[in-house]
């Protein structure tokens, strides 16, 4: 089976996109994420990831982490998940996450995290 590649330019069943870098010898990355959709009122804009995936090219289908760093927002999502590729050479990535938001007390701490899952397909 082929390998599946993390970087490039993805797109979810939400519309967000992001764009991963080279994965590096450690198997770090870095990116840009633009969500469609945003749990606050701000204006959206574009924010950097970061992550890593199973040291080296040798995994044929990755597993991989990434942060987000909101630019508009006091929150952070984080994103795991593995690269999977088809007998039809077709790429997913196949992810769950947990957002955090900025609450203003500790008694607010348990309506602060959301979690989802999200499916990722390659633009070509
Ligand atoms: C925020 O609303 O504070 C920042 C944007 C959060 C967007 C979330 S992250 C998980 C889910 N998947 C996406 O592509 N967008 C939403």
């Not at 995994?59 to 999502?77: D, I």
């Not at 769950?96 to 203003?104: A, D, I, P, Q």
Request: one cysteine or more; proline letters at 3%.
């Amino acid at each position: 089976a082929r390998k599946c590649v993390l970087s490039g330019l993805w797109k979810n069943e939400l519309g967000s996109n992001m764009t991963i870098s080279a994965v590096n010898t450690d198997g770090g990355f870095t990116g840009l994420y633009h969500t469609a959709v945003t749990a606050t009122d701000k204006h959206i804009r574009v924010s950097p990831l970061k992550g890593s995936q199973k040291p080296t090219n040798q995994r044929k289908q990755p597993t991989f982490g990434f942060t987000v760093s909101w630019t508009f927002s006091n929150s952070m999502t984080v994103f795991v998940g593995q690269c999977f590729m088809d007998d039809k050479g077709k790429e997913t990535l196949k992810t769950m996450w947990l957002l955090r938001e900025e609450v203003s007390s500790p008694g607010a701490d348990w309506k602060a995290t959301r979690v989802g899952t999200n499916i990722f397909t390659r633009i070509k």
